[in-house]
């Protein structure tokens, strides 16, 4: 019997598109795994949000962990875990926070190539990173601790003005490294998905974005994860606003029952 690993790491190479939708507490990842979605992932953004954090690491992490663990308790789909720059300062500091993740039950992580300073989001050097990626691989791998390693480029999130050259030349950087996927947020044109695939024999993770192919174009393309990121949060919470409106136009519970 294949572990939740297993079953995870398989739906990036099956022939359907993987439509992984990202949750912000129990009762979300509940909703999707009760939908038949296969696998579920979070979304620190919406994550923080929910909790009343600003994302880019200020929501704490023995906050975040609290959030993972009753959805691991909830669910029994692999979860999966955007784990941002992996709050730590140091190599040693983002392993022992991934050493946690894996003892609770998680699959996987997204982590990102970008970093924050005073407020501002930059890319990381290529090959620094690639050497971060390698030696958390490299010690997981000694701790027989499997986890799969969803690297995010951030070359469109920032919209470079070289991004799709900058793209293809951290890719095979980040494969040669030990990742098992690449995820290009914001990415949203053909032409440069068709160019990133080139760039990488990894799956490619594209997220929910104003101007992204449906679903069917995405695997015709060869992509092989799509997230939905904060947007479904976001959704939920614009209906919520939209039923609070209503409450205070009709004086009345109606439109709550």
């Not at 190479?13 to 992932?41: C, R, T």
């Not at 900058?166 to 494969?175: A, D, G, I």
Request: a negative charge; glycine letters at 6%.
């Amino acid at each position: 019997m294949s572990t939740n690993f297993e079953q995870f790491k398989a739906l990036h190479h099956a022939p359907d598109l993987l439509v992984l939708p990202n949750a912000w507490d129990a009762k979300s990842a509940l909703l999707f795994q009760e939908k038949a979605f296969p696998a579920v992932g979070t979304s620190s953004a919406a994550v923080a949000a929910s909790l009343g954090y600003e994302d880019g690491e200020k929501m704490p992490l023995e906050d975040y962990l609290f959030v993972i663990k009753r959805i691991l308790a909830s669910v029994k789909i692999p979860v999966s875990v955007d784990f941002e720059m992996g709050y730590g300062k140091t190599q040693a500091a983002i392993l022992a926070n991934l050493l946690k993740l894996y003892e609770l039950g998680v699959v996987g992580i997204n982590l990102e190539d970008s970093t924050i300073e005073n407020g501002k989001r930059t890319l990381q050097n290529g090959n620094a990173f690639a050497d971060t990626i390698a030696y958390l691989k490299n010690k997981l791998n000694a701790e027989g601790a499997a986890l799969f390693f969803n690297i995010r480029c951030d070359t469109y999130l920032l919209n470079l003005k070289n991004k799709q050259e900058e793209s293809t030349l951290r890719l095979p950087l980040y494969e040669a490294a030990g990742a098992d996927g690449i995820f290009l947020p914001c990415i949203t044109q053909e032409a440069d998905i068709v160019d990133a695939l080139k760039s990488t024999q990894l799956p490619l993770n594209v997220m929910c974005i104003p101007g992204l192919p449906d679903f069917v174009t995405l695997q015709k393309l060869g992509v092989k994860r799509a997230s939905m990121g904060p947007f479904f949060l976001n959704k939920t919470y614009q209906k919520a606003t939209e039923l609070l409106q209503k409450l205070a136009e009709q004086q009345s519970f109606s439109a709550l029952l």
